[in-house]
């Protein structure tokens, strides 16, 4: 069992930047692909980074590319979004998410997690 526990999120104007974190307890995790997710009101969840157990692939979302980077630090067992360039359209509760010992690099697709996090709000103000 794996828990994830988000933090970082808040209130930001436009243009401004927020890292969230993403603390994962357990000692395997170093073994899971890790993927970021939001969800805006009355919208469905979806993809926005994902990046490979040992850091060396990640993927993103064309709405956020060249703005959010997505990092990792095994040893801490903590995965990063950092969010710049943020506008109104990156408000959303985000989502951290762990897949177990996947055959592939990244995923877009939810499904293919096996635990989330609580979700932490991010706010953009315009």
């Known amino acids: 069992q794996v828990q994830l526990v988000e933090s970082g999120g808040g209130l930001v104007q436009a243009g401004g930047s927020l890292r969230l974190s993403c603390a994962a307890s357990g000692r395997t995790f170093s073994t899971y692909a890790m993927g970021w997710f939001r969800q805006a009101p009355g919208k469905e969840r979806e993809f926005v980074a994902a990046i490979s157990w040992n850091g060396s692939s990640n993927d993103y979302a064309d709405s956020v590319k060249g703005r959010f980077t997505v990092s990792r630090v095994n040893a801490k067992n903590t995965v990063y979004l950092q969010m710049n360039s943020l506008n109104a359209e990156d408000t959303a509760v985000y989502y951290c998410?762990?897949?177990?010992?996947?055959?592939?690099?990244?995923?877009?697709?939810?499904?293919?997690?096996?635990?989330w996090g609580q979700g932490t709000q991010v706010t953009v103000s315009s």
């Open positions: 998410a762990a897949a177990f010992r996947t055959t592939w690099s990244t995923s877009r697709r939810g499904y293919e997690y096996d635990y």
